[in-house]
């Protein structure tokens, strides 16, 4: 998310860290926030989101359904939110497609500051398809991608805030991107403060690899491998050495701050019941039979609790 009005707040703000925390980085070193522009063709299945001032970036999933993050649509107010398609840059005069309705995953927990959240994904139906020439679906990966299975090579794209932003060259909202390594198993996420639960439901940059996000990349911006969806940008993780400067400060690129994306796997069942060309496999399938017994339980436990407060209350049932 970037909240566009403070902008120019933000990159003096931005500039001022960097001369702080960043003078001993190289200057050309290749990470991005840093990532090379692209133009929307390269990634046709990009949408810049805007939701009144705020900022992020969606997939395109079905010629009128565009997969973004929860945390980006607060209000849940279609009317507020205006997505752009088939653009190299967000611009107020921009082309967009109206939404029809939003659709947040029921589970949804926001990230605490700097920390994992849970479910961070919505479904946006639109008014209208983009025609084909201004956008073109990508397929939402059902695959599994085991514990012990090693780093992929995927590509992550989207209009968020870039390094070389500075008052005159508005490159927030400018398409860029880039081939990033990234990694889901216990080990990885390097030094990002996560339990194993958490790690099992994200995926990480590495942040060795060549590019990094920034705010308007969060949330949203798909992580794309073997040409279908896997990962949706969630965030920055902190280490145990970050400490938040100057209060609760936006910052992107830190070496003590881990990116991270959320696997949609986990997530298959909301977007299969929103994605009909979503084909569930058996193996989650069974994983949702568990939850019968699990909520019988529940179901249980809560008739019994009701019976022993009547007994003790002496309230007749
Ligand atoms: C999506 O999956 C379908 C069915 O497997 C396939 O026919 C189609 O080509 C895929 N689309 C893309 C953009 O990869
Ligand atoms: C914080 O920890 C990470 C990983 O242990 C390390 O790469 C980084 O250099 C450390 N930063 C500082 C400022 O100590």
Redesign the pocket.
Same mark, same amino acid.
């Given at each position: 998310m970037f909240r566009i009005g403070s902008y120019y707040d933000l990159l003096y703000l931005l500039q001022l860290m960097y001369l702080v925390l960043c003078a001993n980085q190289k200057p050309d070193e290749a990470r991005t926030y840093y990532g090379k522009e692209l133009a929307s063709s390269d990634v046709p299945f990009i949408v810049g989101v805007t939701v009144e001032d705020l900022l992020c970036t969606g997939t395109i999933v079905l010629e009128d359904t565009v997969i973004s993050a929860a945390q980006c649509f607060k209000s849940h107010q279609p009317e507020a939110v205006k997505v752009y398609a088939g653009a190299n840059q967000i611009t107020e005069t921009g082309l967009y497609y109206e939404v029809k309705s939003i659709h947040i995953h029921p589970e949804y927990k926001p990230a605490p500051t700097f920390s994992v959240g849970e479910f961070d994904v919505a479904i946006l139906k639109l008014k209208r398809k983009i025609p084909s020439d201004q956008g073109s679906p990508i397929n939402v990966s059902v695959d599994d991608w085991g514990d012990d299975e090693a780093t992929k090579k995927c590509r992550t794209a989207g209009f968020g805030m870039h390094k070389s932003a500075t008052v005159n060259e508005k490159n927030v909202g400018k398409l860029h991107g880039s081939i990033v390594k990234v990694s889901r198993h216990p080990d990885s996420c390097? !030094?990002a403060v996560m339990t194993n639960v958490q790690k099992k439901s994200v995926i990480c940059l590495d942040s060795r690899s060549g590019d990094r996000l920034c705010y308007g990349d969060y949330g949203g911006a798909p992580l794309v491998c073997d040409r279908k969806l896997v990962g949706i940008a969630h965030g920055q993780v902190g !280490?145990? +050495?970050f400490s938040v400067p100057f209060g609760d400060i936006m910052m992107c690129g830190s070496? +003590?701050l881990v990116d991270v994306f959320l696997w949609v796997r986990p997530m298959l069942m909301f977007l299969a019941d929103h994605l009909p060309n979503i084909e569930i496999p058996q193996s989650l399938k069974n994983n949702g039979d568990k939850n019968i017994p699990a909520a019988f339980l529940l179901f249980t436990t809560i008739l019994y609790q009701i019976l022993v407060y009547s007994l003790f209350t002496k309230i007749p049932l």
């Open positions: 390097s !030094c !280490c145990p +050495n070496d +003590n």
